[in-house]
Structure formats: structure tokens, C-alpha cells
């Protein structure tokens, strides 16, 4: 039966400045990539036939530094902007502190967490999915599905994207869904790709 491993990539130098990142290619942070090698000592003894990864440098160095640690550098990696982070428009750069400050608590947390309201000039979760999901349908799930063990390296928001529509959640639970940095999650997946089990490791 398939595995599919999703992690999000090691804390970047924005994650720790509080900045929103975005499309912005920041590199990871010291502590990333010591999350990164952590990721990497969880996933050992696993093995995969593929790894999808975004166009953004924290991502594609978090997948680096795992599948060094897990011995697995030979396998076909697939780089796209389909998976990178929400494109938060003007917000990107700014301090998350002085945003909330400037425009409100809950207006800031509709814009990070909600379902389909964008910040000014950038995307929402739902736009975020129109690209992530066509993607998914079109590359990794035919790999899924003819057997494969698949690892995504992405960004917090583009897994929220694919998490809703694997375990089909709501509007309202994915509001209240965060996806840590560097910690990988396992989903199990019968021949039709349903989940039998998901879990962190």
C-alpha cells in the first residue's frame, strides 16, 4: 500500500523575524535546518520512489537535508510553484506583530487562516488550492496510485491545502488547522487511496 509523507519545511530566517514570507525565497533559519536533520532522523527506514517539492529555496533544502540523512539522494525530485506558500501580496515582508497592530487581531487571523479571503494583492487558502490540487490530481496522485511511496516537501499553507482535501475537512476545521515546521506526517493509503491511518512522527 502507498505512504505519503508531507512535511513542512524547517523554520525559515522570516519564520523567526515574524515576518510573512510568502513567495519571498528566504532560507531556512539555523534552528530549520536542525529541524530539518530531525525530520530527516524520523523518516529513516522509510523509503521513497519520488519527492515533489517546491520552487523556494526552504523547501527544497529541507528535502535535501532529509533525504541525505535517509540515504534516499537518488530518487527523482520534481520542483513546482504549484507548491509553494500562499502569496500573501502586500503583507509579505511585513512583522506579523505590527500587522495585527495596524489592521486588528481577528482581520490578521482571518487572512492567515480563513477558507477564501485573501490579504490585499495575494491569495487566499481557496486560490491556494486551485493550484495545489490540479497539480496533485495530475502528478503525485497517478504515482500514488500505481503503488509509489511519495514525499512533499512544502510550505504551510500549500499542505493545509492538500490536508483539507485528504481528510476532507471543512471551512471551519481548516481555520483551526496549523501544519508545524518540520515534523513530518505519515498518511497510509489503501489501492484506492483512502486513509486507512495518518499520523506525526
Do not use: C
Request: hydrophobic content about 35%.
Amino acid at each position: 500500500m502507498p505512504k505519503l509523507v508531507i512535511v513542512r519545511h524547517g523554520q525559515s530566517q522570516w519564520n523567526l523575524e515574524n515576518r510573512f514570507t510568502g513567495w519571498i525565497d528566504i532560507d531556512l533559519s539555523p534552528k530549520g535546518i536542525e529541524e530539518a536533520n530531525n525530520a530527516g532522523e524520523k523518516l529513516k527506514g522509510y523509503v521513497f520512489d519520488k519527492a515533489y517539492t517546491s520552487a523556494l529555496i526552504r523547501a527544497q533544502k529541507t528535502l535535501g537535508i532529509i533525504l541525505g540523512i535517509i540515504g534516499e539522494t537518488d530518487i527523482p525530485v520534481e520542483k513546482d510553484q504549484a507548491l509553494n506558500e500562499r502569496m500573501y501580496g502586500d503583507l509579505q515582508g511585513l512583522n506579523k506583530d505590527e500587522t495585527r497592530k495596524k489592521f486588528g487581531d481577528e482581520q490578521v487571523r482571518i487572512w492567515r487562516r480563513s477558507y477564501d479571503v485573501a490579504p490585499p494583492n495575494g491569495e487566499s487558502l481557496k486560490d491556494t488550492s486551485d493550484r495545489v490540487m490540479p497539480y496533485y490530481e495530475a502528478k503525485i496522485k497517478p504515482d500514488l496510485l500505481a503503488g509509489k511511496n511519495i514525499l512533499i516537501s512544502a510550505h504551510g499553507n500549500s499542505l493545509r491545502a492538500l490536508v483539507m482535501s485528504l481528510e476532507k475537512l471543512s471551512k471551519e476545521q481548516i481555520l483551526e488547522t496549523e501544519i508545524p515546521t518540520g515534523i513530518p506526517k505519515l498518511y497510509e493509503l489503501d489501492s484506492d487511496l483512502n486513509i486507512i491511518e495518518f499520523k506525526y512522527l
